[in-house]
């Protein structure tokens, strides 16, 4: 078990087309994970929900890439509990 801290941000005016370039980049900086979520926002905007799934160390860099990277203006984040299974890689 170990504690990470997901963020999440609501982006519904950024071309879709970019979200592989914010996840490459949140990756880069040593995220765990990093998925989007399809939402619908007020007035039935089309948005995304970018979550990020981080270290605490990394939580300040993940919000400032988030808010400099993206059209979001907020970033909600929260502790959250894991359990990972053990990785064999094999060939």
Request: aromatic share 6%; charged share 25%.
């Amino acid at each position: 078990m170990e504690t990470l801290w997901q963020l999440e941000a609501n982006i519904d005016d950024m071309n879709p087309q970019n979200m592989e370039y914010v996840f490459s980049r949140i990756l880069d900086k040593g995220a765990n994970d990093v998925w989007a979520v399809p939402m619908m926002m007020k007035k039935g905007r089309m948005a995304s929900m970018l979550c990020v799934l981080c270290r605490k160390e990394l939580l300040d860099d993940m919000i400032e890439t988030i808010v400099k990277e993206t059209t979001s203006i907020g970033v909600r984040f929260f502790p959250v509990s894991r359990m990972a299974c053990d990785r064999v890689i094999t060939t």
